[in-house]
Nanobody, 124 residues
Framework: HVQLVESGGGSVQARGSRTLSCVVS?????????LGWFRQAPDKEREGVAQ????????YYLDSVKGRFTISHDYAKRTLYLQMNSLKPEDTAMYYC?????????????????WGQGTQVTVS
């Protein structure tokens, strides 16, 4: 049973920082895998924020977060992170993490095979 659990969301003032975590359990890490974060704000389409292929290669960032967000993965802890700096009100959204076997088929990629329940980030 694959389970992804996000944490770290909350309310933050503009220009502040927040680190999101995503613990992945029950997933068999074999060959390659695509890990990433996507978000969805009310009345907006889901958008891919950051993604990476296994081993932190082929990292992709949404243009609007480049230079502000950093995706990383601690394989030993089975945890994916999203460090968010210089947050803006337009970053307000529910943030989800996802994982899929194989390479990331698109940039951005949002149709992960498994994803979590999300964590809300509100920037004011």
């Amino acid at each position: 049973h694959v389970q992804l659990v996000e944490s770290g969301g909350g309310s933050v003032q503009a220009r502040g920082s927040r680190t999101l975590s995503c613990v992945v359990s029950g997933y068999t890490y074999s060959d390659g895998y695509c890990l990433g974060w996507f978000r969805q704000a009310p009345d907006k389409e889901r958008e891919g924020v950051a993604q990476m292929y296994s081993g932190e290669s082929s990292i992709y960032y949404l243009d609007s977060v480049k230079g502000r967000f950093t995706i990383s993965h601690d394989y030993a802890k089975r945890t994916l992170y999203l460090q968010m700096n210089s947050l803006k009100p337009e970053d307000t959204a529910m943030y989800y993490c996802g994982i899929s076997p194989g390479s990331c088929p698109a940039r951005p990629f949002i149709n992960f095979g498994y994803w979590g329940q999300g964590t809300q980030v509100t920037v004011s």
